[in-house]
């Protein structure tokens, strides 16, 4: 069974601030990756997604993740983070190559932009 | 407007009443994903269904839980005799095709059983 692990639970930044939050999966075959962004009220929008290739992804909102196999890894970054970014980051992964279908999500971050 | 639409918003029960909620996906989308949401945690996923087939339902809370989708498109997903432990956000989404085509989500029923 997979596992997901998101090292920060709330972070606060000031605007233009630079955002990286951790991740962390466990699963030993191949895996498909995402990341998740709830804004308050709102459902969960996809930011982006890692299922082959080039393991730097870039997504929407100028974010972007890279991959690390052999640290399994899929940590998300943005260069200035802006008020509007505040939201809920949620980290998922399923079982690539065919396997069992359905996310399995860390528990998230709670990121908060400070004008 | 995500395109997957989950009906009803909001559902109160009382401890003990069977509760169903509709879940409407992408129309050309041909899976469709149940999630269950508890304050402070990820999404849990419960069950899928590829067309009308169920293809994973072990997932399932208890018992209680049951999802059905009938001719392929709509979803249901009923509690059983619900308990103050199943108030969660219930959340629904719909995907092409397997996990690697990513899944569009509703906004999600809020259960709150009293």
């Known amino acids: 069974a997979q596992s997901v692990s998101q090292h920060n639970h709330h972070v606060i930044l000031s605007e233009a601030a630079s955002l990286e939050l951790g991740c962390n999966y466990s699963y030993g075959g191949t895996v498909n990756l995402f990341w998740y962004v709830q804004y308050p009220g709102q459902h969960l929008q996809l930011l982006l997604k890692?299922?082959?290739?080039?393991?730097l992804v870039k997504g929407i909102k100028g974010f972007e993740a890279e991959f690390i196999k052999s640290k399994f890894s899929f940590n998300l970054r943005k260069p200035s983070v802006q008020w509007s970014d505040t939201a809920e980051y949620f980290c998922a992964v399923n079982a690539g190559g065919g396997g069992a279908d359905g996310l399995t999500f860390g528990k998230g971050t709670h990121l908060i932009i400070q004008p | 407007d995500t395109g997957v639409s989950q009906d009803p918003r909001h559902k109160i029960t009382k401890r003990g009443q069977n509760v169903t909620f509709r879940c409407d996906p992408i129309s050309e989308h041909n899976r469709l994903y149940w999630y269950r949401q508890t304050l402070g945690q990820g999404p849990e996923f419960l069950t899928y269904f590829q067309n009308e087939a169920q293809l994973e339902k072990s997932r399932l809370l208890s018992d209680r839980f049951s999802a059905e989708r009938p001719k392929g498109s709509f979803s249901t997903l009923e509690i059983q005799r619900t308990e103050q432990g199943d108030s969660a956000m219930y959340l629904c989404a719909s995907s092409l095709g397997p996990g690697s085509y990513g899944y569009t989500f509703g906004s999600g029923t809020r259960l709150t059983v009293v």
């Open positions: 890692y299922f082959s290739g080039d393991p």
